[in-house]
């Protein structure tokens, strides 16, 4: 079955980096999308990045020139680079991709970034 598994969260101070990784089975990685979403108490979960099988990225316009993300389909894993770490960026980001129309998540890494 369909299986993601993030790490690479933790603590932070502001302006720090991290990389989040998901690696990925179940399924043939290298044709599908894959995104990253973020989610905090009481808020829905948001899209952060996302990148097609062909390598296309889009970003939301808070992370724009900050993140990256990226796929290396050999590893099956896709990767989610935080630069610039802001207060705001704290939450709990989950892997995801869509898979024969449904939806599946990882179990999530947190990242907290204090001041």
């Known amino acids: 079955q369909v299986q993601l598994v993030e790490s690479g969260g933790g603590l932070v101070q502001a302006g720090g980096s991290l990389r989040l990784s998901c690696a990925a089975s179940?399924?043939?990685?290298?044709?599908?999308?894959m995104g990253w979403y973020r989610q905090v108490p009481g808020k829905q979960r948001e899209l952060v990045a996302a990148i097609t099988s062909g390598g296309r990225t889009n970003y939301a316009d808070s992370v724009k020139g900050r993140f990256t993300i990226s796929r290396d389909n050999a590893k099956r894993t896709v990767y989610l680079q935080m630069n610039s770490l802001k207060l705001e960026d704290t939450g709990t980001y989950y892997c995801?991709?869509?898979?024969?129309?449904?939806?599946?998540w990882g179990q999530g890494t947190q990242v907290t970034v204090s001041s």
């Open positions: 995801q991709t869509r898979w024969r129309y449904e939806d599946y």
């Open positions: 179940g399924f043939i990685f290298s044709a599908y999308a």
